[in-house]
């Protein structure tokens, strides 16, 4: 560890802290997940202190089994609670990382894709690149009450059939608060990884800022994309760890992926969690605990042959490395 | 009885009074609220909207219905505390605008979802505020034509409003032989339909409004004051002269006095845009009731647009 990372912070709701004392992250997981719009439907019921008891719960399961950050990576508009954060954070001395950025297109406000002027052009960029960097310069905003602590890094998503324009927009957005912030970027690509992230190397941002969610996606290992994102440079985040569906691998296939670029000597690359939604509200959600890569998987990573060297670097070294801000 | 739904509680139709049947103590499009640029401290929301409700209440203005629907920075305890601190009844919306201000939880709801929301806000109350709505408002999404989106909210609106009795108002009525197909395939009588922005700058070319009227529409002339001649227009700003010129060549078509309403649109504290300088809800009193005097209209007529049209409109109906 040279003298600059033992300086480096990451940006906690409780404010920057010694990158160091992240200890195990989980870069891609839920808190507090409510579908845009659901907190005002009837049948929705917003219990702070009801979601602040089963967080808690399932942060100190977390810790309990050796975890210690926990990303919540959901961005600035899918029920983000930073207030609530904060006061998680100090009760079970896990480390929070909230974030900003919104998308994919179908999941913004009207105020972002047809505004009140003539003709209702979407935002461009520069403006979504405005609103997260003030997240991470000024703050994290409590709508229309306050600003908060900084955001952790930037998240965003392109729609599944396939970028849009506006999710272009977002995505260079993004990738520009990053430059200018410091932060990393997170993405869940639509259609195409490699051309996703391509979209965000195009400002320039170099790919050691930027993490490439959802790689462990059934369409993305057909074509490739985890092996070709890790060679442009990008972290691989194989962030359903846990699920078992028609869409994912499942985990002993994951195993296998994660041997695979291992072997093809990307390990620094490697970012492991399990998209688990803490509290979900207007949606299912899934029961996964935030603990299960350090219980479950981690355990069948041993078992097919990584050194404990590559377990800790995976869990601890490059999330570390991924959230400092630079 | 007639009764109509405020925030506060039902009150007879008979103590709406002089009724402003659209306006907005403030509108925000969703997502708005995460922009910083807008954010105004509630010192400053009330002292931007307490004077206005005022003044309208000193005017002689009964009722002022709130046409902001549900993702739009509707919020129901401060129209609750600002009607009882000024007198000013407050009729507040369920609904939305049009599509593009639901946000994702509601943009995928089925049209069962959305008629039970709207009825559950009509009948058991907003949130947990104990206020219900007395309206539903939909409306067309930028565009021009009715999205797969805005017809299932004007399906969902239908059903809840033969369901409750209360009435629909609509964000403009471009597109309203589609808006009329839903309505008559849902059984719901055109005449708890107001359609709303006919006489919108933009839109009033497109807007078949006597043809509405004849399908049995009530007709909104509810932008009044939004003209060319403010020093910094809105772009659906409108020359003075001939949005009134439209306004009185409608009611002269035999019996139409009966089916139109009018309002002003203002906001009082706008929420996500800068708002409209000088355009407040007191138009109604200031401009406009002026003009139609002067354009010779009798205090029957006035009393017919401002009060008996609205209280039969807003009057829950079952
Ligand atoms: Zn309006």
């Given at each position: 560890m040279d003298a600059q990372t033992a300086e480096n912070t990451v940006n906690t709701v409780l404010g920057p802290v010694p990158a160091q004392e992240l200890g195990v992250v989980a870069v891609h997981e839920a808190l507090l997940s409510v579908v845009p719009g659901a907190e005002y439907a009837f049948d929705v019921t917003i219990d702070r202190a009801e979601i602040f008891e089963t967080l808690a719960e399932k942060l100190k399961d977390f810790r309990g089994h050796g975890g210690g950050t926990i990303v919540d990576s959901t961005g600035m508009f899918h029920g983000r609670d930073v207030r609530l954060y904060e006061a998680l954070s100090r009760t079970t001395g896990v480390h929070i990382v909230a974030s900003t950025g919104q998308g994919p297109e179908e999941m913004l406000g009207g105020y972002f894709l047809t505004p009140q002027t003539n003709p209702p052009t979407p935002w461009p960029a520069e403006k979504f690149a405005d609103l997260f960097t003030k997240e991470v310069t000024e703050g994290m905003v409590v709508p229309r009450v306050e600003r908060r602590g900084a955001a952790g890094l930037v998240v965003t998503a392109a729609t599944l059939a396939g970028m849009t324009a506006t999710d272009e927009s977002l995505f260079r957005g993004a990738a520009r608060a990053a430059l200018s912030t410091g932060v990393p970027v997170s993405i869940r690509f639509g259609n195409d990884a490699v051309r996703d992230l391509e979209v965000i190397l195009d400002?320039?941002?170099?790919?050691?800022?930027v993490v490439v969610g959802g790689l462990d996606r059934k369409d993305a290992v057909a074509v490739g994309a985890p092996l070709e994102v890790a060679r442009r440079g990008a972290y691989v985040a194989i962030d359903h760890v846990g699920t078992e569906d028609e869409r994912h691998l499942g985990d002993k296939e994951r195993v296998a992926l994660v041997a695979q670029l291992v072997e093809a000597g990307f390990g620094e690359r490697i970012l492991l969690s399990s998209s688990a939604t803490g509290v979900a509200k207007g949606h299912d959600g899934n029961d996964m605990p935030y603990s299960y890569v350090l219980s479950t998987f981690a355990p069948l990573l041993k078992a097919q042959g990584l050194s404990d060297e590559d377990v800790q670097r995976i869990l601890v070294d490059n999330p570390r490395e991924l959230l400092s801000v630079r | 009885m007639p009764r109509v739904n405020t925030v506060l509680g039902p009150i007879p139709?008979?103590?709406?009074?002089?009724?402003?049947?659209h306006e907005h103590i403030g509108y925000g499009m969703p997502?708005?609220?995460?922009?910083?640029?807008w954010w105004k401290t509630p010192e400053q929301r009330y002292d931007e909207t307490v004077p206005k409700l005022r003044r309208f209440h000193e005017y002689g203005g009964g009722t002022f219905v709130d046409a902001t629907g549900i993702c739009n920075g509707r919020d129901i305890d401060y129209y609750q505390s600002l009607s009882e601190k000024t007198g000013v009844h407050i009729v507040a919306s369920t609904g939305f605008v049009g599509g593009d201000t639901a946000l994702p939880f509601f943009a995928r709801a089925s049209v069962e979802y959305l008629a039970e929301h709207f009825i559950h806000e009509i009948t058991?109350?907003?949130?947990?505020?104990?206020g219900k709505a007395g309206i539903i408002k939909v409306g067309v999404s930028r565009g021009g034509r009715m999205t797969d989106l805005d017809k299932r909210i004007y399906r969902a609106a239908a059903r809840a409003s033969k369901a409750t009795g209360v009435g629909i108002l609509t964000h403009?009525?471009?597109?309203a032989e589609n808006a009329i197909a839903i309505f008559n395939e849902e059984g719901l009588p055109l005449d708890r339909v107001l359609f709303g922005h006919v006489d919108d700058g933009v839109n009033a070319d497109k807007t078949r409004d006597t043809w509405i009227a004849e399908q049995g529409g009530r007709i909104g002339f509810d932008t009044f004051g939004y003209e060319t001649e403010l020093p910094d227009p809105p772009f659906w700003a409108r020359p003075r002269k001939e949005r009134l010129d439209h306004f009185l060549r409608f009611i002269s078509g035999e019996g139409r006095i009966k089916q139109v309403l009018a309002s002003a649109d203002a906001n009082c504290s706008p929420l996500g845009w800068p708002g409209v300088?000088?355009?407040?809800?007191n138009y109604i009193f200031e401009d406009l009731i002026p003009d139609l005097r002067a354009a010779g209209l009798d205090e029957t007529a006035i009393k017919t647009i401002f009060v008996d049209n609205p209280a039969d409109f807003l009057s829950i109906k079952n």
């Amino acid at each position: 560890m040279d003298a600059q990372t033992a300086e480096n912070t990451v940006n906690t709701v409780l404010g920057p802290v010694p990158a160091q004392e992240l200890g195990v992250v989980a870069v891609h997981e839920a808190l507090l997940s409510v579908v845009p719009g659901a907190e005002y439907a009837f049948d929705v019921t917003i219990d702070r202190a009801e979601i602040f008891e089963t967080l808690a719960e399932k942060l100190k399961d977390f810790r309990g089994h050796g975890g210690g950050t926990i990303v919540d990576s959901t961005g600035m508009f899918h029920g983000r609670d930073v207030r609530l954060y904060e006061a998680l954070s100090r009760t079970t001395g896990v480390h929070i990382v909230a974030s900003t950025g919104q998308g994919p297109e179908e999941m913004l406000g009207g105020y972002f894709l047809t505004p009140q002027t003539n003709p209702p052009t979407p935002w461009p960029a520069e403006k979504f690149a405005d609103l997260f960097t003030k997240e991470v310069t000024e703050g994290m905003v409590v709508p229309r009450v306050e600003r908060r602590g900084a955001a952790g890094l930037v998240v965003t998503a392109a729609t599944l059939a396939g970028m849009t324009a506006t999710d272009e927009s977002l995505f260079r957005g993004a990738a520009r608060a990053a430059l200018s912030t410091g932060v990393p970027v997170s993405i869940r690509f639509g259609n195409d990884a490699v051309r996703d992230l391509e979209v965000i190397l195009d400002e320039k941002l170099p790919a050691d800022r930027v993490v490439v969610g959802g790689l462990d996606r059934k369409d993305a290992v057909a074509v490739g994309a985890p092996l070709e994102v890790a060679r442009r440079g990008a972290y691989v985040a194989i962030d359903h760890v846990g699920t078992e569906d028609e869409r994912h691998l499942g985990d002993k296939e994951r195993v296998a992926l994660v041997a695979q670029l291992v072997e093809a000597g990307f390990g620094e690359r490697i970012l492991l969690s399990s998209s688990a939604t803490g509290v979900a509200k207007g949606h299912d959600g899934n029961d996964m605990p935030y603990s299960y890569v350090l219980s479950t998987f981690a355990p069948l990573l041993k078992a097919q042959g990584l050194s404990d060297e590559d377990v800790q670097r995976i869990l601890v070294d490059n999330p570390r490395e991924l959230l400092s801000v630079r | 009885m007639p009764r109509v739904n405020t925030v506060l509680g039902p009150i007879p139709a008979e103590e709406l009074g002089l009724v402003a049947v659209h306006e907005h103590i403030g509108y925000g499009m969703p997502g708005s609220e995460l922009d910083t640029k807008w954010w105004k401290t509630p010192e400053q929301r009330y002292d931007e909207t307490v004077p206005k409700l005022r003044r309208f209440h000193e005017y002689g203005g009964g009722t002022f219905v709130d046409a902001t629907g549900i993702c739009n920075g509707r919020d129901i305890d401060y129209y609750q505390s600002l009607s009882e601190k000024t007198g000013v009844h407050i009729v507040a919306s369920t609904g939305f605008v049009g599509g593009d201000t639901a946000l994702p939880f509601f943009a995928r709801a089925s049209v069962e979802y959305l008629a039970e929301h709207f009825i559950h806000e009509i009948t058991v109350g907003i949130g947990d505020t104990g206020g219900k709505a007395g309206i539903i408002k939909v409306g067309v999404s930028r565009g021009g034509r009715m999205t797969d989106l805005d017809k299932r909210i004007y399906r969902a609106a239908a059903r809840a409003s033969k369901a409750t009795g209360v009435g629909i108002l609509t964000h403009l009525a471009i597109d309203a032989e589609n808006a009329i197909a839903i309505f008559n395939e849902e059984g719901l009588p055109l005449d708890r339909v107001l359609f709303g922005h006919v006489d919108d700058g933009v839109n009033a070319d497109k807007t078949r409004d006597t043809w509405i009227a004849e399908q049995g529409g009530r007709i909104g002339f509810d932008t009044f004051g939004y003209e060319t001649e403010l020093p910094d227009p809105p772009f659906w700003a409108r020359p003075r002269k001939e949005r009134l010129d439209h306004f009185l060549r409608f009611i002269s078509g035999e019996g139409r006095i009966k089916q139109v309403l009018a309002s002003a649109d203002a906001n009082c504290s706008p929420l996500g845009w800068p708002g409209v300088k000088g355009h407040t809800v007191n138009y109604i009193f200031e401009d406009l009731i002026p003009d139609l005097r002067a354009a010779g209209l009798d205090e029957t007529a006035i009393k017919t647009i401002f009060v008996d049209n609205p209280a039969d409109f807003l009057s829950i109906k079952n």
